[in-house]
Each structure stands twice: as C-alpha cells, then as structure tokens.
C-alpha cells in the first residue's frame, strides 16, 4: 500500500499527523509528507483514516 499527498490541496491542518504519525508528517513548509513508502500493515488502517479525514481530499491512499 502506498499513499500520495497532493501539496497543492494540503491546508497544513494536521490531522493526518496526528491520526498516523508513523505514516505522515508535516515538513518545513506544514506540508503532510508520507515518511514510509510503502506503507506498514500495521499503519495502512491509520493512514487509511487520514485519507477518509482529510478536510481537502489531499492524501489518496492505495
């Protein structure tokens, strides 16, 4: 499973962040970066739920 963050949608809100840490974060812009590529079993429920939660449908997780 691999997840993609569209930089231009992103709104640096956080909540990827803090729904799966260990998948993404936010760099030096406050722009949701994917740390792991690909990721984890044990994250794809997590980051699965960042991409559901994503106010701007910024993350597309496959």
């Given at each position: ?19 799966c ?42």
């Amino acid at each position: 499973m691999k997840a993609n963050v569209d930089r231009d949608a992103c709104i640096s809100c956080g909540l990827c962040e803090s729904v799966c840490p260990d998948v993404f974060e936010l760099d030096d812009e406050s722009i949701s970066v994917v740390k792991v590529d690909p990721i984890p079993s044990e994250f794809e429920d997590c980051a699965k739920e960042a991409e559901d939660g994503c106010p701007t449908d910024a993350i597309h997780v496959e």
